[in-house]
T-cell receptor, first 110, second 114 residues
Framework: GIQVEQSPPDLILQEGANSTLRCNFS?????LQWFHQNPWGQLINLFY???GTKQNGRLSATTVATERYSLLYISSSQTTDSGVYFC????????????FGDGTTLTVKP | KAGVTQTPRYLIKTRGQQVTLSCSPI?????VSWYQQTPGQGLQFLFE???????NKGNFPGRFSGRQFSNSRSEMNVSTLELGDSALYLC?????????????FGPGTRLTVL
């Protein structure tokens, strides 16, 4: 099946710093989403981005489908950005099944 | 619009028992997917239902089963519980089939097996 690798596994920042999270995947995808998991376990949608670039406030994401990677940018980070960020993909060859990466744990210090 | 709801939120069972978890998708959504999250294995796909049909299934034993009703609500059942089934179970809904649409997740059911 499709492999999803996220890097870095852990990231510690000072409030106000910028960061880039990466997601590499091993096959063509129909679907790619970025999520933020809050301390209570809820997965919050950030972006649905199988290709192209999107921005939402301090967050933006870019997926280069032909090179099989996606990037999530967080600018001017805040303590509330702390948590685990997941990338999830659904391969064209396996419709209906989303595969998650292991996540990046972000800690933003005040 | 109300989000995805899951019941119960917390559950404690003993080995050998069975459990049924429920997921109500966003109104109008026809696809429901289930995932298991554990510290050791991460987030793993269980199954997806679309218009009452199971479209795909992950690599879980037959003790894990599910179904979807005509109103798109879904249940998953785990029989003969094992300690390793302790996990956060998450469901997600989407308006079209999951691989071509945004998935929205519920708050999860935290299952503890003693």
């Amino acid at each position: 099946g499709i492999q999803v690798e996220q890097s870095p596994p852990d990231l510690i920042l000072q409030e106000g710093a910028n960061s880039t999270l990466r997601c590499n995947f091993s096959d063509s995808v129909n679907n790619l989403q970025w999520f933020h998991q809050n301390p209570w376990g809820q997965l919050i949608n950030l972006f649905y981005i199988p290709s192209g670039t999107k921005q939402n406030g301090r967050l933006s994401a870019t997926t280069v489908a032909t090179e099989r990677y996606s990037l999530l940018y967080i600018s001017s980070s805040q303590t509330t950005d702390s948590g685990v960020y997941f990338c999830a993909v659904a391969a064209r060859t396996n419709a209906g099944k989303s595969t998650f990466g292991d996540g990046t744990t972000l800690t933003v210090k005040p | 619009k109300a989000g995805v709801t899951q019941t119960p939120r917390y559950l404690i069972k003993t080995r050998g028992q069975q459990v049924t978890l429920s997921c109500s998708p966003i109104s109008g959504h026809r696809s429901v997917s289930w995932y298991q999250q554990t510290p050791g294995q991460g987030l793993q796909f269980l199954f997806e239902y679309f218009s009452e049909t199971q479209r795909n299934k992950g690599n879980f034993p037959g003790r894990f089963s599910g179904r979807q009703f005509s109103n798109s609500r879904s249940e998953m059942n785990v029989s003969t519980l094992e300690l390793g089934d302790s996990a956060l179970y998450l469901c997600a809904s989407s308006s079209r089939e999951a691989s071509t649409d945004t998935q929205y997740f519920g708050p999860g059911t935290r299952l503890t097996v003693l």
